[in-house]
Every structure is written in C-alpha cells, then in structure tokens.
C-alpha cells in the first residue's frame, strides 16, 4: 500500500460523490415519467451498483422517451400505436412511412432468426441474445436509413430538388420487444434486461409463464408462476434499468387467462384459482397412478385416458365451487346468503389463502371441507390451475405498480372480454395503459365481420388499449408474398416480376425499386469520395449504374 494513501480521504470523496449521484437520481425519478412507478429499492441502492464510468444517455433511453411520449399521446386521444412484428431492414424501412412503432416477436425469432441457427417453435429454448440482437440488427438499419436520408436532403440545393424527395420519413419508430419469461432466474432476467438496453430496445414484455415451460400464449400447457414471483422479475428488470440510467418501458404480461397450471401455491393470491381432490375416496395421487400405468406399460393414448377418469373421480373443483355445492347439497343449511356471504368474503381479489377460505368456511357451515391440491399435480410436481378473466385482472393489478403497460393474452379477439379486463384494471388503477394482442393465431374471418375487423383497433384504443400489434404479420406477410410470386414466377416467367413486383413498385414508389440506393451505395459513394478529395474511379452509383434506367419513371423513389 502506498505510504500516502488515506482510507479516510477515500471514504469522504466516495460519500460526496454517491450523495450526488443519489441526488440526481432522485431527481430522475421524481420526473413524470415515474408517478405510478413503484420500487422497493432506493437511490443509494442504485448508486451502489454503478460503476465509475459515466453513465451515458443510451439509444434505448432516446427511444424509450419517444415511445413513451407517443403513448401517452395516444392515450389521451383515445387512439392507438398500432403495429406488427418486423422481421428485417426491409420491414422496418416500409413500416416507417405508416407506422409510429415496432414491435419484435419471440415467436418469429424462434422460428426464423435464432443465434443458434436452429429454428423451432415458441418455447423460449433459443439462446438468451436472439432477440437482443435482432432488435440490434433492426436499430443499426433503422440509424443507417436515418443518416442515408439526411444526408440526401441536406445535399439538395434548391427546394424543387428537396420536394422532388417527398416528405421527411421518421425511421427511427420506437422497438418493443419479446423477453419471454426472462430465460431464468432473476439473475437471467438482468441480464437478458440489460442485452435490451445495450441493443437499444425502447421496451421490452415479460410474461408470466415458467422460464422451463414456457409456451406460445396460444399453445396448450401453459404453465404460470405465483404472482410474486413475476412482480419480482419486473422489480429485477427495472432495477437494471435504473442501474444503467434507462428510461426502459416495461410490459407486464399474464398468460393466466387459458393457463391450466401453476408452479407453486406459496402465493395466497393465487389460491383462489388452484384446483384440488374434493372426493376423500380417492387417495392416490395422479402422478403416482399415472406413473404405476406408466410402468405396467400403458401407452400414451392409456395414460391420457386415465388421467380423464382419475380426474373425474377426484372431483377437481376450486375452492369456492366446492363450497357453494357443499351448501347447495344440504338441506339443513342450504341458505343463498350463506354462499353470497363467503363469496363477498374470499372473492377473487380478495388475496385470502386456502386456510382463511376454509376457517371462513367452518364459520359459516361448522365444518371444514376436503380439498386436496396435491393429489392432482401433474407429473412434474405443477399444480392445476383454473384462470380466466377474474384471474388476469388480478393479476394485471398486481402487476401495473411495476410496468408501464399491461397486457392479457387471450385466445380469441373477444372485445367483451377485452372490455372486462380493462374495466377490471382501471377500477383499482384508473391511470393505467393496455397492450393487446391482435394475434394471427386467431381465426380473424370466423371471428368477426369485415366492418367490425376494421373498427376493431379503434374500438380497443377507446378502452385505453394504446398500443396494439399483430405479433407475426411480418412473418405472415412475407410468406404470402413469396408464396405468391414463386407461384406466378413459375407459370409466367418474368412477367410475373414485371408486372406484379417492378411496375408495382414504380406505381406505388416503393423506394427498394432502386434497391442499390436503398441499400446505400450513393451514401457510401460520398464516403469514399470524401477520403479522395472529391473524385473516386470506383464510385459504384457512377456512370453506367443500372438503376439510371428507372430516372425517367419515378421522382419520388424515396431514399
């Protein structure tokens, strides 16, 4: 140790200046940005975990704050940021004209764009940095189209030549992202938060599903966590955010609607929803009987089969159903108000455990009712749950102190059920914004009417749903597309791109018809001829370029 270092010295510039990091944190959070934003750590404890290099405005915190703006424009019009899972540049560049956001789907990153090469279904088995680096992948095109198109509008000499380039395009629409169920623990989860930040997300939705058995929201088999344990992951992702200085919008989203089973019961909240055995005659559990078949060798159809029965015999039930039979089957205490009493007592909102459910229930009819929810737990130890709407906007509540947004997956585009669950959220917190799913998964001509389809997103935002995307119409899209052309391009040759791709694009000035500007050559030219001192030989958008042959048709093949 140096003879001249002084501990104490240290220590009094290290307080000075964590008391001024506090502060500025402090003042940080007391913005408008945070009024509903709740968090169980303090400004020290943010400070703590910073390092000594600056802390920098990020690209996801510029994005973050344009996103958050055009949010809460939206939700004072009543109206909508509607858009759609992006797959590539291409998507992203034409999206910009129309749309004011973007969304990156799981699903499609899955299947198409996983860092393992490996594509597969919505299970959330792909590598943690899939979707941090498409998000990277899609920030670097949309910074690059930015650049390309301002350096072509500050090159123009005259007005004419800045009209002939049509109006200004903002490519640089906010990204909000799929973060599964974080991809683990909570350790995963800062981690997986802070690959966001550094690929520049202006958001990312975390669901409420186990990391290990996560599913598509529209599969079967979806499993959730206790409540507590999915407000922990959004308390563990904003603190990264704090740590890094990022203004990172959070969306809560809950898959309990349809989910069928729940990891723990050590949540009373979730008690409510827990299905046990209400038939004392049935001793042996279902993971024992299944797997006695399973060893006598039953074959899956068998198993199936015997699950059915066995739960049929057991008489699974929530609580609170088995109660009010219980009432119903006994003429000597037989009272609707009975039941209207323990229902006012133990709803689904009300948080009360099982043992409080079942001493209520004692009170009321002198004696305790069986129910066992261990004895149906599946084979990997989970517990049956019974979601729905009740279910989703309880936790939705539990949820909205710690996002910015929150969303319930459903299975259908039920606007009744829409309306509820918003209705259901904003009694207990009347400020609070709503994402919803506009999901291809669903049957959309089955489901509704074309008139009704096209009101549909208006009719949302008016509920405070302000934004909304169609998670794979990227995919979809693209796949129509392809699909299409390959089909024509077969029977007609190049006819089929003549006339349903290139004069298309002409017709409709699809800036990639001239895909070598697209991409950037001219901008690359004025690179290179700047290091040249003006002139460059090898200039690729020079004389001879293929694309002259489009000057005569459009003006306006955008930059």
Same mark, same amino acid.
């Given at each position: 140790m140096s003879p001249s270092y002084s501990a104490h010295n240290e220590w009094v510039a290290m307080k000075q200046q964590t008391a001024a990091e506090v502060a500025q944190i402090e003042k940080w959070w007391s913005e408008p940005r945070w009024a509903h934003t709740k968090r169980n750590y303090t400004a020290e404890d943010v400070a703590k975990r910073r390092g000594t290099f600056p802390v920098l405005k990020s690209t996801s915190t510029v994005m973050a704050d344009k996103m958050y703006a055009l949010l809460d424009k939206h939700a004072r019009d009543g109206t909508a940021s509607q858009t759609f899972g992006a797959l590539d540049p291409v998507h992203v560049t034409q999206m910009a004209k129309y749309l004011d956001s973007v969304y990156v789907s799981g699903w499609q990153c899955s299947a198409t764009a996983s860092t393992s090469h490996e594509p597969g279904p919505d299970f959330a088995d792909y590598p943690m940095d899939t979707v941090p680096n498409k998000v990277e992948h899609l920030i670097k095109s949309q910074l690059?189209?930015?650049?390309?198109?301002?350096?072509?509008?500050?090159?123009?000499?005259?007005?004419?030549?800045?009209?002939?380039?049509?109006?200004?395009?903002?490519?640089?629409?906010? %990204?909000?992202?799929?973060?599964?169920?974080?991809?683990?623990?909570?350790?995963? /989860?800062?981690?997986?938060?802070?690959?966001? %930040?550094?690929?520049?997300?202006?958001?990312? *939705? @975390?669901?409420?599903?186990?990391?290990?058995?996560?599913?598509?929201?529209?599969? &079967?088999?979806?499993?959730? /966590?206790?409540?507590?344990? *999915?407000?922990?992951?959004?308390? @563990?992702?904003?603190?990264?955010?704090?740590? +890094?200085?990022?203004?990172?919008?959070?969306?809560?989203?809950?898959?309990?609607?349809?989910?069928?089973?729940?990891?723990s019961t050590i949540d009373n909240r979730d008690h409510y929803f827990i299905l046990g055995a209400t038939n004392p005659e049935v001793t042996v559990s279902l993971a024992d009987t299944l797997a006695e078949a399973q060893a006598a060798g039953a074959s899956s159809e068998e198993l199936q089969e015997l699950e059915a029965r066995w739960n049929e015999k057991a008489r699974l039930r929530l609580f609170h159903e088995i109660f009010s039979e219980k009432v119903k089957n006994n003429p000597k205490i037989f009272n609707q108000s009975v039941i209207a009493n323990f229902n006012s007592r133990t709803g689904p909102y009300s948080g009360k455990s099982i043992q409080q459910m079942q001493a209520i229930a004692r009170e009321l009819i002198g004696e305790e009712i069986y129910f066992n929810w261990d004895l149906p737990r599946s084979s990997e130890g989970l517990y049956r749950y019974n979601g729905g709407i009740e279910c989703s906007i309880m936790r939705a509540r539990a949820f909205s102190p710690y996002a910015d947004l929150v969303w319930m997956e459903s299975d259908s585009?039920?606007?009744?059920?829409?309306?509820?669950?918003?209705?259901?959220?904003?009694?207990?917190?009347?400020?609070?914004?709503? !994402?919803?799913?506009?999901?291809?998964?669903?049957?959309?001509?089955? !489901? +509704?009417?074309?008139?009704?389809?096209?009101?549909? %997103?208006?009719?949302?935002?008016?509920?405070?749903?302000?934004?909304?995307? %169609?998670?794979?119409?990227?995919? *979809?899209?693209?796949?129509? !597309?392809?699909?299409?052309?390959?089909?024509?391009?077969?029977?007609?040759?190049?006819?089929?791109?003549?006339?349903?791709?290139?004069?298309?694009?002409?017709?409709?000035?699809?800036?990639?018809?001239?895909?070598?500007?697209?991409?950037?050559?001219?901008? /690359?030219?004025?690179?290179?001829?700047?290091?040249?001192?003006?002139?460059? &030989?090898?200039? !690729? +958008?020079?004389?001879? /370029?293929?694309?002259?042959?489009?000057?005569s048709v459009t003006n306006s093949a955008r930059l």
């Open positions: 690059f189209h930015d650049r390309k198109q301002r350096e072509a509008r500050l090159s123009c000499t005259t007005p004419e030549q800045l009209n002939a380039l049509g109006p200004e395009i903002d490519y640089l629409r906010p %990204i909000i992202a799929d973060a599964d169920a974080g991809h683990g623990g909570l350790n995963a /989860v800062y981690k997986l938060t802070k690959l966001f %930040i550094e690929r520049g997300a202006a958001g990312i *939705h @975390m669901e409420d599903q186990t990391s290990t058995n996560k599913k598509c929201g529209h599969m &079967a088999g979806r499993c959730v /966590v206790p409540v507590q344990e *999915h407000v922990n992951r959004l308390i @563990m992702s904003r603190l990264c955010a704090d740590v +890094m200085g990022s203004n990172l919008l959070l969306v809560a989203r809950t898959d309990s609607g349809r989910a069928t089973l729940i990891s585009p039920d606007f009744e059920e829409a309306r509820q669950f918003a209705v259901g959220v904003r009694e207990k917190y009347p400020h609070q914004w709503l !994402a919803y799913n506009l999901s291809p998964s669903f049957n959309w001509p089955k !489901a +509704m009417p074309p008139h009704e389809q096209e009101t549909f %997103i208006t009719r949302l935002a008016k509920l405070g749903y302000n934004w909304q995307f %169609i998670t794979l119409a990227g995919l *979809h899209t693209t796949a129509l !597309a392809v699909h299409s052309f390959s089909r024509e391009y077969k029977k007609f040759g190049m006819k089929a791109y003549a006339v349903d791709v290139q004069q298309r694009e002409i017709d409709e000035s699809v800036d990639i018809l001239k895909h070598q500007k697209w991409a950037g050559a001219e901008y /690359v030219d004025g690179l290179l001829k700047l290091a040249l001192g003006g002139v460059s &030989a090898t200039a !690729a +958008m020079g004389k001879g /370029v293929t694309e002259e042959q489009f000057n």
